[in-house]
């Protein structure tokens, strides 16, 4: 069994990052642990906890919204043992028209270099106006 360092998690995070550049699904989903997820924050349409399969089942579908790509820049990133939080930012064109930016942190939790949990914290009235076409989840 290799040792898994915070370079190496850094490393790990960076691939991570150009396969989503490149849309490299393949390489998303497998990065996850078999009990891997994925969690978005916030109260959007998207926002929630998603495991591996469903990660698998959706990613084609962001690619669809972003028929050009979806860049995503890291800013910066620190990492402690298993953890690596980034700050990034991303951009691109939605299948809508309207250009798509905003600026992200990330906590990538990992295991034995595989994705055990990703959370994902953004600014939610850009994900409602432009990816949830300004539609927000019902109140209770």
Do not use: W
Not at 95 to 103: C, D, L, P, R
Request: with cysteine; aromatic share 10%; proline share 3%.
């Amino acid at each position: 069994m290799s040792e898994h360092t915070p370079e190496s998690n850094k490393a790990f995070v960076r691939r991570f990052f150009q396969a989503m550049n490149e849309g490299d699904v393949g390489f998303i989903v497998d990065a996850y642990a078999e009990d891997g997820c994925l969690q978005t924050m916030g109260g959007t349409l998207i926002s929630g906890v998603y495991t591996k399969e469903q990660v698998n089942a959706a990613a084609g579908g962001i690619y669809e919204a972003f028929p050009d790509g979806l860049t995503f820049t890291v800013i910066d990133m620190v990492a402690e043992g298993d953890k690596v939080a980034v700050e990034a930012t991303s951009e691109g064109l939605h299948a809508s028209g309207q250009v798509y930016s905003n600026e992200y942190h990330f906590l990538f939790i990992l295991r034995e270099g595989r994705l055990v949990r990703l959370k994902e914290y953004m600014d939610t009235e850009r994900v409602t106006d432009i990816l949830c076409g300004g539609q927000r989840p019902p109140t209770n």
